[in-house]
């Protein structure tokens, strides 16, 4: 069972910086094999792609954060973060951590419960 744990939301005036982390678990979960990604849902819109960052190192933003946000992540510590900064309002969302592939025609595609952004201007 692969288990997805964000953390690191939560209220920052405009202008300012969070990282979120996801921390990833499972017997033979590796974020190393996966394309790790966080998607965000704010209230009334649909869930959108923010960032996603495949098994061979490419990286893929929405237009709204290039520049302003990046996605690493640390393999020994199956962990991914997403560092944010210059927030602005329209950032505002509970954002997801995603982890997806697609193996001898399986696709395997896990969530993590979702964490908080707030800014406030």
């Known amino acids: 069972q692969v288990q997805l744990v964000e953390s690191g939301g939560g209220l920052v005036q405009a202008g300012g910086s969070l990282r979120l982390s996801c921390a990833a678990s499972?017997?033979?979960?590796?974020?190393?094999?996966?394309?790790m990604g966080w998607y965000r849902q704010a209230p009334g819109k649909e869930r959108e792609l923010v960032a996603h960052?495949?098994?061979?190192?490419?990286?893929n933003y929405a237009d709204s954060v290039k520049g302003r946000f990046t996605i690493s992540r640390d393999n020994a510590k199956n962990t991914v973060y997403l560092q944010m900064n210059s927030l602005k309002p329209e950032d505002i969302a509970v954002y997801y951590c995603?982890?997806?592939?697609?193996?001898?025609?399986?696709?395997?595609?896990?969530w993590g419960q979702g964490t908080q952004v707030t800014v406030s201007s």
């Open positions: 995603n982890a997806k592939r697609t193996i001898f025609g399986i696709k395997y595609d896990y």
């Open positions: 499972g017997s033979i979960f590796s974020t190393s094999t996966y394309t």
């Open positions: 960052l495949t098994s061979t190192g490419s990286t």
